[in-house]
């Protein structure tokens, strides 16, 4: 018998040639990591001489001067304070209409999707100035809770939209089965559904996190007082009035990104979860 050679699709040096080519995309996505965290260390002198190499004598002079002198410290414990109620608001928001839309039958069902899609297509920039008029309307300007409600405004139709399509592929037979032994919609949703739905819910949390801690329109809009001002908004200001340097400018920026990236570090495993929950059905 003749045993036909196996024909692979690509041969050694192409594969050789598309690992080297993935090598230099992560070396790239690297290189501007590398540039804020090497600029941070520099003094104001070195870097017009060297902003490309390691700096030849680390400083911290650079975070000192961000976090007191520019109050990033003060304004990380706000944006400590105000994400994580958020984050919290926007989950409840989210699983509940998820469920809503993916589980319970109601006439407008399909109609109220329909628009809560809609409102995903619409820039923040867009909606910015409309959503502050009505926070100062409800005599939330310059709290924690009018821009907590913003953000949880702008983001919850997108949660709401995963929720709904991550319910809608579970399996009716739960709902029923907790119906027979006289579960409360909302006794389903807490003790059944939520508990099934967890990854996706940790993934969610992760995402909303993420785009509170780094939102700025809203916040710009919102806390007009100084006090209050979430970090992201700091460093925006901070630059806006002061002129920063850039080893200073890159302080700032690794002090505002430690924080979601021990959250993404300690939760990724999360994000794989929810990602591949549902792809493969028993």
């Known amino acids: 018998m003749i045993r036909s050679k196996q024909v692979t699709p690509f041969g050694p040096f192409a594969r050789l040639g598309v690992q080297a080519f993935m090598v230099i995309l992560v070396l790239a996505s690297l290189l501007p990591l590398y540039n804020v965290l090497s600029a941070s260390f520099k003094s104001i002198e070195e870097y017009p001489s060297n902003p490309i190499m390691l700096p030849q004598v680390p400083i911290l002079d650079n975070y000192q001067y961000a976090a007191f002198s520019g109050h990033l410290l003060r304004f990380t414990l706000n944006s400590l304070v105000y994400v994580p109620i958020g984050v919290a608001l926007y989950i409840v928001v989210c699983v509940m209409a998820g469920y809503a839309f993916g589980k319970m039958r109601f006439a407008l069902n399909k109609p109220l999707f329909l628009l809560v899609l809609f409102m995903t297509i619409f820039p923040q920039l867009l909606l910015a100035t409309q959503v502050s008029k009505l926070i100062s309307i409800m005599h939330l300007t310059n709290t924690?809770?009018?821009?907590?409600?913003?953000?949880?405004?702008?983001?919850?139709?997108?949660?709401?939209?995963?929720?709904?399509?991550?319910?809608?592929?579970?399996?009716?037979?739960?709902?029923?089965?907790?119906?027979?032994?006289?579960?409360?919609?909302?006794?389903?949703?807490?003790?059944?559904?939520?508990?099934?739905?967890?990854?996706?819910?940790?993934?969610?949390?992760?995402?909303?996190?993420?785009?509170?801690?780094?939102?700025?329109?809203?916040?710009?809009?919102?806390?007009?007082?100084?006090?209050?001002?979430?970090?992201?908004?700091?460093?925006?200001?901070l630059r806006g009035q002061y002129g920063l340097r850039v080893p200073i400018l890159s302080a700032a920026l690794v002090i505002a990104?430690?924080?979601?990236?021990?959250i993404f570090l300690l939760f990724q495993r999360y994000i794989t979860l929810g990602v591949t929950a549902g792809a493969v059905k028993g």
Not at 195 to 212: E, H
Not at 231 to 236: D, E, N, W
Not at 257 to 262: F, Q
Request: proline share 7%; glycine share 6%; charged share 10%.
């Open 144 to 237: 924690g809770f009018g821009v907590v409600l913003a953000w949880v405004a702008y983001f919850a139709p997108f949660g709401t939209y995963i929720m709904t399509t991550y319910f809608a592929d579970m399996p009716y037979e739960f709902v029923e089965a907790a119906r027979i032994d006289g579960a409360s919609p909302i006794r389903i949703l807490v003790s059944v559904m939520a508990p099934l739905a967890l990854p996706m819910v940790a993934t969610l949390a992760i995402i909303g996190f993420q785009s509170m801690w780094n939102e700025l329109p809203f916040s710009m809009l919102i806390l007009q007082n100084e006090s209050l001002r979430t970090v992201t908004l700091g460093i925006a200001v």
């Open 257 to 262: 990104m430690v924080v979601p990236l021990i």
